[in-house]
């Protein structure tokens, strides 16, 4: 395993998760997308499609449409609740040192071809809580930049278990995924990526400090 990356509050940690680690939360995201079915959101007032799939788990999921970015308790198409976060994630979060409990897992599915445009995760109310992310399948070119869009960039792979932590000064970092290198894993059937990023969504009180 490689050694942790740490800078101002960013830390990836390389190999995190073992084989049967991932293997078992896999089989627990698959019974998530059984109940609550991945979805192609769009863009804001454009209604461009995103090339990923999603969907979440969790009191709150992350949406996209042509009203804007936002959370909310249902999913989009079928109106109900999303489903519970798994046992799995939420003692990750724990493990991480991460306060309160987490809200929002955003389940990203990339199929080859599939990328994100650099952004901020800035929808929530409170960012005093870091942002938890963790790459299942296929490796991906993950770049990462500064809080203001024009700053400079770099990136690192991503590879299945990897975990990565932004928080403190890193907490709104522009990131993104540049592409997803086809067949590196076999972790799941067919190929393709998953990546979970658990939120804190809105503040909470008497919570540990980072």
């Not at 040192?97 to 599915?109: I, K, Q, T």
């Not at 005093?128 to 960039?153: C, H, I, K």
């Not at 932590?165 to 540049?178: K, N, P, W």
């Not at 990526?193 to 939120?199: A, D, E, F, S, V």
Request: proline share 9%; glycine share 10%.
């Amino acid at each position: 395993m490689a050694d942790t990356i740490e800078a101002a509050g960013l830390a990836i940690h390389p190999g995190l998760l073992s084989p049967a680690e991932q293997r078992a939360l896999l089989s627990d995201i698959a019974a998530v997308i059984r109940k609550a079915p991945l979805f192609r959101p769009t863009m804001p007032r454009t209604g461009k499609p995103f090339s990923v799939m999603m969907t979440n788990c969790g009191p709150l999921g992350w949406v996209s449409d042509k009203t804007g970015y936002r959370y909310q308790p249902r999913h989009p198409e079928t109106g109900k609740p999303w489903p519970p976060m798994p046992d799995r994630l939420v003692a990750l979060w724990r493990s991480l040192g991460a306060p309160a409990e987490p809200e929002a897992c955003l389940v990203n599915m990339y199929d080859e071809g599939a990328k994100l445009g650099m952004h901020q995760d800035s929808d929530e109310r409170t960012y005093d809580a870091p942002v938890v992310s963790v790459s299942l399948g296929d490796t991906a070119v993950f770049r990462m930049g500064g809080t203001t869009r024009r700053g400079p960039t770099r990136s690192v792979r991503l590879s299945s278990g990897d975990v990565v932590v932004f928080g403190g000064e890193s907490r709104l970092m522009y990131h993104g995924i540049d592409r997803v290198l086809s067949g590196s894993s076999r972790l799941i059937d067919g190929g393709g990526r998953i990546n979970l990023t658990l939120r804190r969504v809105t503040p909470w009180s008497d919570a540990p400090s980072l």
